[in-house]
Nanobody
């Protein structure tokens, strides 16, 4: 599975961006699609995910109410709509998936994912 993330850019605080992650093939049945981010000199952190088995979405506390993850099955694409962006959201954003279903408690763990996109830079200016 190859993932390609795009849609990043430079935006002012309070602005919006929509990231897309296109998959080269239909993801494994019930596999989650996740978004993570990594800021300079920081660990990669979970942002959001959609569990295609339960249809539930999951968010980091820092983005709840501002970010929305969604999926277009026909296009094998997952989206991350980011509103009310803050300078603290500045990072490289990665999309990821795995083979097969995931235990819900692991959906926010980077090590649970098998395939990663190349990342797209999001910069929020103050």
């Amino acid at each position: 599975v190859q993932l390609q993330a795009f849609g990043g850019g430079l935006v002012q605080a309070g602005g919006s961006l929509r990231l897309s992650c296109a998959s080269s093939q239909r993801t494994s049945n019930g596999a989650p699609m996740g978004w993570f981010r990594q800021a300079p000199e920081k660990e990669r952190e979970f942002v959001a995910a959609i569990d295609t088995w339960t249809k539930r979405t999951h968010y980091a506390d820092s983005v709840k109410g501002r970010f929305t993850v969604s999926r277009d099955n026909a296009k094998n694409t997952v989206y991350l709509q980011m509103n009310s962006l803050k300078p603290a959201d500045t990072a490289v954003y990665f999309c990821a998936t795995r083979d097969g279903r995931i235990v819900t408690s692991y959906i926010n763990r980077a090590e649970a994912y098998d395939y990663w996109g190349q990342g797209t830079q999001v910069t929020v200016s103050s």
